[in-house]
């Protein structure tokens, strides 16, 4: 089944290039959809042929190629340059991780022959994918950001929670770094310094980054998806709050909802105009109710998990976008669709953690008009399948047991 959507040239192939191992991730599977049900052609990285992407009827073809991340750069560039010279001819790449936009930015040159890239700034996506630099970059552009540290020791990091209070917030500091020597395994709200102390031995405090908490009593989560062309002037600008995540309130998007917002749409843009950003972006922000700023958490240069959440009036999301400028093509103007967007069983396994939390029924269970699922999807269901067949033993048992470790924990307050 083919959507209405702008036009394309179906002789520029894509190509998604990624680093590291995350074969249940859905947005790899959105790009090979968006692009496939206009008729262009998408070649994709996969760890091997039987992954939730490779199966997907909208790829034309898989490219085998396995990493963890820890390999050195050349030979990443060396795989990545292989898989664009098997497509045959010069394709529009797409990052769907960090690591591969770092690359694909501080390789273009070297990579230019056989891969259409934007012209940002080379060494501009490692800065912002760096949760510390990141920081820096916010305070130098005049853009709202909570407090945050990248500890050089174990007596600096105890000094900025006591500080700042509990909880705190832990991430990994860089990109290529959350892979080769994770300081944490996933974005983590530490409650109280002995569980700080349990989260980040000594070993680890050089890879972390400390961030302060802004209590959920008083926030909303929002986030822009955005593409941009030379110069960081926006082409398409989408906004959205997240309804719910896994682990609650600290991770990936697993229900959201497509929101008009000029403020946030206007502060995003005027900090990719002032960096000279130029690509795709899905920026992470938090409503602080308590001042009434958007405060910027992350910046990751590359596709979004949830970029399928948004698309224009006329058929344009970022990677339409990207596909189009990139091949000398006008960009169609048009308002964002209102939209949800979920994930299947892990915003089932949100849904009942929170909704044991709040004391009330789950909310926003109930099939919505105008839902893109990540999963489920009646003119593809192979991906569903795979995802469902792959991945329903051993994840699913480690899920339950993050659910009922959540649920046992009285939220911060």
């Not at 963890?68 to 664009?84: C, K, M, N, S, T």
């Not at 390789?107 to 230019?112: D, G, K, R, W």
């Not at 922000?285 to 959440?309: C, E, H, M, S």
Request: proline share 9%; hydrophobic share 40%; glycine share 8%.
């Amino acid at each position: 089944m083919e959507r209405a959507g702008p036009a394309l040239d179906p002789t520029v192939p894509v190509l998604l290039v990624k680093v590291g191992r995350y074969p249940q991730a859905h947005s790899p599977v959105g790009v090979a959809r968006s692009f496939g049900r206009l008729g262009v052609p998408v070649h994709a990285m996969v760890e091997d042929r039987f992954t939730p992407t490779a199966l997907s009827r909208y790829l034309t073809r898989p490219l085998v190629a396995p990493t963890d991340g820890r390999e050195p750069p050349e030979r990443l560039v060396a795989l990545i340059r292989a898989a664009a010279r098997s497509v045959g001819r010069r394709s529009v790449a797409v990052a769907t991780d960090d690591e591969a936009a770092v690359l694909l930015a501080e390789h273009a040159e070297e990579l230019a022959a056989e891969l259409l890239l934007p012209p940002v700034p080379p060494k501009l996506p490692r800065m912002l994918a760096d949760k510390g630099e990141l920081s820096g970059i916010c305070l130098a552009n005049d853009v709202p950001t909570p407090r945050a540290l990248a500890p050089r020791d174990r007596g600096e990091l105890l000094a900025a929670a006591r500080d700042w209070g509990y909880p705190v917030v832990l991430k990994n500091v860089g990109s290529f770094s959350r892979l080769s020597r994770p300081a944490v395994a996933a974005t983590t709200v530490v409650h109280d310094e002995r569980e700080l102390l349990a989260a980040c031995p000594q070993a680890v405090v050089a890879s972390v980054l400390v961030q302060e908490y802004l209590p959920a009593e008083h926030a909303e989560d929002w986030f822009t998806h955005l593409c941009c062309g030379p110069g960081g002037e926006p082409l398409v600008v989408f906004t959205g709050v997240k309804l719910r995540s896994w682990p609650p309130g600290a991770g990936i998007t697993t229900r959201a909802r497509a929101v008009p917002n000029p403020e946030l749409a206007e502060l995003a843009a005027r900090l990719c105009r002032q960096i000279g950003y130029s690509g795709v972006a899905d920026l992470d922000w938090r409503l602080d109710r308590r001042d009434g700023r958007y405060k910027l958490v992350d910046f990751n240069p590359r596709t979004g998990a949830q970029f399928r959440l948004f698309e224009t009036a006329a058929g344009v999301d970022v990677v339409r976008a990207l596909h189009l400028s990139l091949t000398g093509r006008e960009v169609p103007r048009g308002g964002q669709l209102a939209r949800q967007f979920g994930v299947g069983q892990v915003d089932l396994m949100s849904a009942a953690v929170t909704g044991w939390h709040e004391r009330r029924p789950p909310r926003g269970l109930r099939p919505h008009r105008g839902t893109e699922r990540a999963w489920l999807c009646r003119d593809d269901p192979a991906p569903a399948l795979a995802e469902a067949v792959r991945f329903g033993g051993t994840p699913v048992l480690r899920v339950a047991r993050r659910a009922l470790s959540a649920a046992s924990r009285p939220r911060p307050r």
